[in-house]
């Protein structure tokens, strides 16, 4: 199991702030995050490429806050593996071995290049091999070394995307033979196919730590809703049993969201799930107690039609079928309403 308690590191106007975490011994432990918000920063803190300035570090119990590089038993392998290029495939492998030339180790290098699919290419240079074929030779190498654990840094953005779903299948795999791992990405749906566990990090800060399922049904930020493709995500402000969100257009006015349930007065965020959201092009009749008058000003294609975003007080994302779509005739600057029942409006606190 890893614990990581109270890390802090500051480069010029960018720091870590204060990141707790645990990984289990069986979990396959997402860390998701944009470009920048840290990710990799704190991988290499764990690793121990990067001294912290405060805070510690535990590996199964054992403090390896200042343990060096080589002796903490961690598997680090970057976005982009580092293979000797004048190395074939089987001295690459075997490097990590004290023997490369024995019996034993060839052993072991078969086995390894086997579990990887890269038998095959035992004998090859790397210049030869695609991303996703360098990727398991550094699953191999790094296997070779006997790690307790598995430190991924975007392991699969340079890989093809045919080749995805297998790497994946391989990751998963390990990590149910016993193999926790630590899997840094900026991919949602990366972490949605292999995540146990997710932390998400902004700016330096775990913002949400959970399952997927929680992470996805309840995020606890702008920042976290939009990872799942949900934009309708706001600050506001719950009284006398409805929110109220500041307009965009008149920041000292705020737009009325009745809600279907009674919450205490206070601060809150409000999500409006974008597949809930109808568009209107009269005004409405109909059981939807928020209709929000905007104007079209954005229309883009989506895996199940089009999302149409609808500026007026506040903007508001939908999502509507390609049918819809062609029915009520959308378009760029068009005038609608936009509708959702308070039943649809999730109060996140």
Not at 143 to 169: I, W, Y
Not at 177 to 191: F, I, K, R, S
Not at 222 to 242: D, L, V
Not at 266 to 285: C, E, M
């Amino acid at each position: 199991m890893l614990e990581i308690k109270n890390i802090n590191k500051t480069f010029g106007r960018f720091s870590i702030k204060n990141v707790s975490l645990t990984v289990a011994d069986d979990d396959y432990f997402i860390l998701l995050g944009a470009s920048g918000a840290g990710k990799s920063v704190l991988l290499e803190i764990i690793a121990g490429l990067v001294n912290p300035e405060t805070g510690e570090i535990f590996l199964n119990g054992q403090n390896i806050t200042a343990t060096p590089v080589d002796k903490r038993k961690t598997g680090l392998i970057f976005q982009t593996p580092a293979i000797f290029p004048h190395l074939t495939i089987r001295q690459n492998i075997a490097y990590p071995l004290k023997h490369p030339a024995s019996r034993a180790s060839a052993d072991q290098v078969q086995k390894l290049a086997g579990q990887m699919n890269v038998i095959h290419l035992l004998d090859q240079k790397p210049a030869k091999l695609s991303g996703g074929e360098l990727q398991r030779v550094a699953l191999a190498r790094t296997l070779a070394s006997d790690p307790v654990m598995l430190l991924l840094d975007e392991p699969l953005s340079a890989v093809d995307t045919p080749m995805k779903s297998g790497l994946r299948g391989l990751l998963r795999e390990l990590n149910r033979q016993g193999l926790p791992v630590l899997h840094v990405t900026h991919d949602y749906e990366e972490a949605l196919a292999l995540a146990t566990t997710m932390a998400v990090i902004e700016d330096g800060c775990i913002v949400q730590t959970g399952s997927p399922a929680e992470i996805l049904t309840h995020p606890k930020t702008g920042f976290t809703a939009g990872f799942s493709g949900e934009h309708n995500f706001f600050k506001a402000r719950i009284k006398s049993g409805n929110a109220w969100i500041s307009s965009g257009l008149n920041p000292e006015a705020a737009v009325e969201i009745k809600l279907n349930e009674i919450y205490e007065d206070g601060t809150a965020n409000i999500l409006i799930r974008s597949k809930y959201v109808i568009i209107s092009v009269d005004q409405p009749h109909m059981s939807t107690v928020n209709n929000l008058r905007g104007t079209i000003t954005g229309i883009s294609p989506s895996r199940d039609g089009y999302e149409v975003c609808v500026s007026g007080s506040i903007d508001l994302f939908a999502r509507i079928t390609r049918e819809s779509m062609e029915t009520l005739n959308l378009r760029h600057g068009m005038n609608v309403w936009a509708c959702f029942k308070a039943s649809s409006v999730d109060v996140i606190r």
